[in-house]
Nanobody, 117 residues
Framework: QVQFVESGGGLVQPGGSLRLSCAAS????????MGWYRQAPGKQRELVAT???????NFADSVKGRFTISRDNAKNTVYLQMNSLKPEDTAVYYC???????????WGQGTQVTVSS
């Protein structure tokens, strides 16, 4: 069974920063593109950023220049550094693992990020 441990969410003022972490089961981490998605109330879940094992990244236009994604393959952990946060970044953020040779996606339990003054 795939397991995730997410952390780092919370309440932050506009313009502030947060770093999310997601530690995934070793068996899935090494063979997966890892990513972060988010879902705001009343909206569909959307891509935030992804990163391959080789370090290739992809970002939603709305977060380019503000967010960075990284992974530590030795620790089976993916990070999302979020800077210059805006109220519209408020959402539940989900860690995702997409194995390269499977159509199955695996999801973390989600962590709440609230940007408000």
């Amino acid at each position: 069974q795939v397991q995730f441990v997410e952390s780092g969410g919370g309440l932050v003022q506009p313009g502030g920063s947060l770093r999310l972490s997601c530690a995934a089961s070793g068996s899935i981490f090494g063979i997966s593109r890892m990513g972060w998605y988010r879902q705001a109330p009343g909206k569909q879940r959307e891509l935030v950023a992804t990163i391959t094992s080789a370090g290739s990244t992809n970002f939603a236009d709305s977060v380019k220049g503000r967010f960075t994604i990284s992974r530590d393959n030795a620790k089976n952990t993916v990070y999302l550094q979020m800077n210059s946060l805006k109220p519209e970044d408020t959402a539940v953020y989900y860690c995702n693992a997409h194995p390269y040779y499977s159509a199955t996606d695996y999801w973390g339990q989600g962590t709440q990020v609230t940007v408000s003054s």
